[in-house]
């Protein structure tokens, strides 16, 4: 089988390599990338019947992947360093995980039952897999403040912008937080189907936008009257998440 990597993390990789060097020899790996970005060219270029896929990556989260590739011609094995992470959306959609580090006994175990997976099932555990994410139900998300704690529904947050070790919160009504939390370490960010990245530097509630404008680079305006600027990457993602 050809497999692709994606893990941001070169130790990962090359320790997730040696394994399967050692113990699958009916694998051949292909290339090993640090993004979904990387991961989409790869694909496109080498054709794998596998993809091992990091969840917890800086720009852009595993799932992100199957934006791109809804309908995917590869088997797919996740590897978290989380075990509490959607887990049962995983023993659920019978999709094959694994957790870091990874033992040698469980990753040749994997690779058997990826083998064995008919693609045409596989496209259906991915698509459950992504009902599942967007079903789960996060009423309230917190951020820090100088007295404890404040709740707010996620869907009353307009836009997210980072400043070094900061994150800027607009919410409705006109409100505005500047909580001592990086933008990166927000994890309903990702959980949450309607927020996007539309830049290193900024998160946008998709509800909430008014309308994408194509001059100075590309932003988009929201309902609060607050623009946030498109990444080049991200601009086809974004266009095609906006519908």
């Known amino acids: ?3 692709l990597i994606v893990d941001d993390e070169l130790r990962a990789q090359r320790s997730l390599e040696n394994l399967l060097d050692a113990y699958c020899p009916r694998v051949s790996v292909v290339a090993s990338v640090g993004s979904v970005a990387a991961a989409v060219g790869e694909i496109n270029r080498h054709q794998p019947d596998l993809v ?3 969840i917890e990556m800086p720009h852009e989260n595993g799932f992100a992947l199957f934006k791109w590739m809804p309908n995917p011609t590869f088997r797919t094995i996740f590897t978290t360093a989380y075990e509490q992470y959607a887990i049962n959306a995983f023993r659920v959609s019978a999709v094959d995980y694994l957790l870091k580090p990874i033992q040698a006994e469980q990753l040749v175990q994997a690779v058997d039952r990826a083998s064995e997976l008919d693609k045409k099932l596989e496209v259906w555990k991915i698509q459950h897999l992504r009902e599942n994410m967007e079903k789960r139900e996060i009423k ?5 403040t100088s007295n404890g704690l404040r709740f707010v529904p996620p869907q009353e947050i307009v836009l997210l912008k980072s400043e070094g070790s900061y994150t800027h919160v607009w919410l409705q009504n006109d409100q505005k937080m500047l909580i001592s939390r990086k933008l990166g370490e927000l994890e309903f960010v990702s959980l949450l189907p309607y927020f996007c990245r539309t830049h290193r530097s900024f998160v946008v509630n998709l509800h909430h936008v008014v309308e994408y404008v194509r001059s100075d680079g590309g932003y988009l305006l929201l309902s609060n ?11 086809d993602e974004v266009i095609a998440l906006l519908g």
């Open 52 to 54: 091992f896929l990091d």
């Open 225 to 235: 009257g607050e623009m946030a600027s498109i990444s080049r990457d991200k601009k």
């Open 1 to 3: 089988m050809r497999v």
């Open 140 to 144: 309230k998300v917190s951020f820090p």
